[in-house]
């Protein structure tokens, strides 16, 4: 049986159609419009890694698979290129932050972190290629030093006992361990320069997702990221579960996920200075990501059930719809100072360094 193409929108001045082709596992969208026609071809298979073999064999690329999932579905929409340089950021990313998840000596990750970002300011190649990978791309996409040097900070953090005692100090801590994520995906996606304060707000929606999460098992890693503010609860009562704690601790997840909604919507605002395939690429992420949030509010924020995944099958219909809701963004408005109140003196080594 011959599949037929489907509108599934229509407009006077635009209309999208879908022309799903199973003996490829690929769907086409085409937009059409009187002054031209895009065509966009999405092969499903390569969500498993059965197209760009090459780099599928790359570590990097194997990293994004297996703990970036949600990252590697969106990268589909990338170019080969793009997907590359993404996969080579997440990998350094992902590297920095196990230093901190896995050592078994706290002390012992502070001072390679440390020695890492000592390794960062020289221009010498090191016998780390993890790190000599990352120079590279660094030099590739001239990237400031502030960023990756802002992202080793916020992992440090991770190596001692730290407390989190108000909003400002959260948003800091998500400025540095995923905004700068943002920043640093926007020569990789092609954002103009006026796209970076948004790209910021992308990144820390998407931690405090992570966070809110992670509750549970983050506290089995003596670890908890609500402020004091909000609930005064250390890891092990979040661990021992009483329903006080459950109560206070559910609260605080809805206030958590009621803040990366703000931030979410900020960074839609940062569509606009994204090509067109990118801009995609990143609606999706954003779209799934923004799922897992909903997933938690659906199970009443009950976070010691175990962690919110969101399937495959789910993720094409979040895709479906991000390319949707592109024809509909909202207006291209100026950033909302308040959102980066914490921020200053990085945001003025950023614009120093760019």
């Known amino acids: 049986m011959v599949p037929v193409c489907q509108v599934f929108y229509h407009r006077p001045k635009?209309?999208?159609?879908?022309?799903?082709?199973?003996?490829?596992?690929?769907?086409?969208?085409?937009?059409?419009?009187?002054?031209?026609?895009?065509?966009?071809s999405v092969n499903i298979?390569?969500?498993?890694?059965?197209?760009l073999p090459d780099l599928a064999s790359t570590q990097a690329i194997k990293t994004l698979a297996i703990y970036g999932k949600s990252f590697r579905f969106a990268g589909a929409f990338l170019s080969r290129l793009q997907l590359q340089q993404a996969a080579r950021l997440y990998h350094f990313c992902r590297c920095i932050d196990d230093i901190a998840d896995e050592s078994d000596c706290a002390f012992t990750a502070y001072k390679e972190l440390h020695l890492l970002k000592q390794q960062l300011a020289i221009n010498d190649t090191s016998d780390n290629?993890?790190?000599?990978?990352?120079?590279?791309?660094?030099?590739?996409?001239?990237?400031?030093?502030?960023?990756?040097?802002?992202?080793?900070?916020?992992?440090?953090?991770?190596?001692?006992?730290?407390?989190?005692?108000?909003?400002?100090?959260?948003?800091?801590?998500a400025y540095q361990v995923a905004g700068v994520v943002g920043l640093m995906m926007c020569p990789i996606i092609r954002a103009s320069d006026g796209g970076h304060p948004f790209a910021v707000d992308l990144g820390i929606a998407m931690q405090l997702?992570?966070?809110?999460?992670?509750?549970?098992?983050?506290?089995?890693?003596?670890?908890?990221?609500?402020?004091?503010?909000?609930?005064?609860?250390?890891?092990?009562?979040?661990?021992?579960?009483?329903?006080e704690t459950q109560e206070k601790v559910k609260l605080a997840i809805k206030r958590l996920l009621d803040l990366a909604d703000h931030y979410y919507a900020s960074g839609q605002v940062g569509f606009h200075f994204l090509p067109l395939r990118s801009r995609l690429a990143i609606a999706i992420a954003s779209k799934v990501y923004r799922h897992i949030g909903k997933k938690i509010r659906r199970r009443d924020y009950c976070y010691w059930q175990g962690r919110v995944f969101v399937p495959l099958f789910t993720k094409v219909g979040l895709a479906v719809s991000a390319g949707l809701s592109l024809l509909n963004l909202p207006s291209k408005d100026r950033h909302q100072?308040?959102?980066?109140?914490?921020?200053?003196?990085?945001?003025?080594l950023d614009k120093s360094g760019l």
Not at 222 to 238: A, S
């Open 129 to 173: 290629p993890m790190l000599n990978d990352f120079k590279r791309l660094q030099a590739e996409l001239q990237l400031p030093i502030s960023w990756p040097n802002a992202l080793i900070d916020g992992v440090l953090a991770d190596t001692k006992p730290f407390t989190i005692e108000q909003q400002a100090d959260l948003i800091r801590y």
């Open 45 to 51: 298979l390569l969500l498993k890694d059965k197209i």
């Open 209 to 243: 997702t992570n966070i809110a999460r992670d509750i549970f098992e983050d506290a089995h890693l003596d670890r908890c990221y609500l402020p004091v503010e909000w609930c005064n609860c250390t890891p092990t009562e979040i661990i021992a579960n009483e329903s």
């Open 337 to 348: 100072p308040a959102l980066h109140h914490g921020l200053e003196d990085y945001i003025a």
């Open 14 to 40: 635009c209309s999208i159609i879908w022309y799903p082709r199973p003996t490829s596992f690929s769907v086409v969208f085409a937009v059409v419009s009187k002054a031209h026609i895009t065509v966009l």
